[in-house]
């Protein structure tokens, strides 16, 4: 069912996406700004987008696939609803970053990059947020987590799920009521 919802979006947006790219001209230097304004738009660049895009400006699919994976900014799943970014900027790194990032890759069963199968969580590395001093940092959303440790994931991630259900049950209770 869920699968099913998802191939709907999935159409949609590549529906819009076909009516966006009209608005640009079929030049080969509109690649990259192209994927912006997707990403920008959609916050991930479907992969059936990437095709839209190849017809667009005559570049066979694997071509804009190949300039999409070169740059970072580019993701190819949807972010979940509480998108976990893990800097791995210097004073991060030095810190352990990569050992919090593995830890959050482990206990959430997906790769950096990627999407949990109910959309919950997804996790992406960037580069300093800007508080080196609270260093090792990750967000959640906007939250900014800092002093993070392998030990803080599993309670951090069994949080929001704890929080998410408290709201779940409320807004039941409501619809009840
Ligand atoms: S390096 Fe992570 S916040 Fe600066």
């Not at 030049?27 to 920008?40: D, G, K, V």
């Not at 804009?64 to 004073?91: D, E, M, S, W």
């Not at 970053?97 to 830890?103: F, K, T, Y």
């Not at 969580?121 to 440790?149: D, N, Q, R, Y």
Request: charge should be negative; include cysteine.
């Amino acid at each position: 069912m869920v699968e099913q919802n998802d191939d709907f979006e999935e159409e949609q947006i590549l529906q819009e996406i076909e009516g966006r790219l009209a608005g640009f001209g079929r030049e080969r230097s509109n690649l990259i700004p192209i994927l912006q304004m997707i990403q920008e738009q959609y916050r991930y660049l479907p992969k059936a987008s990437l095709e839209l895009v190849g017809r667009h400006l005559a570049i066979p699919s694997a071509e804009v696939f190949g300039v999409a994976t070169f740059y970072n900014q580019f993701r190819f799943n949807p972010p979940g609803k509480h998108p976990i970014k893990v800097c791995l900027g210097t004073a991060c790194h030095v810190r352990g970053g990569d050992i919090i990032l593995e830890n959050f890759e482990r206990k959430l069963e997906i790769k950096v990059g990627e999407t949990t199968p109910d959309r919950e969580f997804s996790i992406e590395k960037v580069a300093c947020v800007g508080c080196c001093a609270l260093a090792p940092v990750a967000l959640v959303g906007e939250t900014v987590h800092g002093g993070m440790a392998p030990s803080k994931v599993e309670g951090l991630i069994l949080r929001i799920e704890v929080e998410n259900e408290m709201r779940q049950r409320a807004a039941e209770k409501e619809k009840s009521a």
